[in-house]
């Protein structure tokens, strides 16, 4: 009667094999039988094994996490890595509806690529049914104010024709 048990490795890579236990709802080992106390997360979660996924809509979700984690160290990095040509820093800060800020941020990243820079990361942020998009940007020195000038114009433009189309 065992025969249904699918059982697996345990996800937080213990090495513990263990089985969906429907009656109560929660992970048990195979071999042991009792209830899988994981020692992997057991430090940080009290409901091991269990983790809702739709909390994790509600975190701020960060791109490019190793390279960049706050402006600082993006502005660190880039002095350290670009020491050849002087370059311009700044970030642009996107506030709108999914659809716009993907082609903000193609038409950002457009501008960029045309003025001999690069994206280093973004953060972005979401709640209810917003987003918030920080990017952060290097382009040759004198550049900056052509980026912001071109990319204003844009999202002035594109948020006007969402809204004429939706409206
Ligand atoms: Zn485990």
Request: net charge positive.
């Amino acid at each position: 009667m065992f025969s249904e048990i699918r059982s697996k490795n345990c996800t937080y890579g213990c090495g513990v094999e263990i089985y969906w236990n429907t009656e109560e709802n929660t992970y048990y080992e195979l071999y042991s039988k009792k209830k899988h106390i994981c020692p992997n997360i057991a430090t940080y979660n009290k409901e091991p094994a269990i983790i809702p996924p739709t909390t994790a809509a509600a975190k701020p979700t960060y791109y490019n996490n190793k390279e960049f984690p706050n402006s600082n160290q993006a502005t660190t990095t880039t002095t350290i890595t670009r020491i050849k040509s002087k370059m311009d820093n700044s970030f642009e800060f996107l506030q709108t509806s999914p659809d716009i800020i993907k082609k903000q941020y193609e038409f950002l990243s457009d501008i960029i690529r045309d003025c001999n820079g690069k994206v280093h990361g973004s953060q972005s942020h979401i709640s209810n049914n917003s987003i918030y998009l920080i990017v952060y940007y290097e382009v040759l020195e004198g550049q900056r104010e052509e980026v912001k000038k071109k990319f204003d114009n844009f999202a002035k433009y594109k948020n006007e024709m969402a809204c004429s189309r939706i409206h």
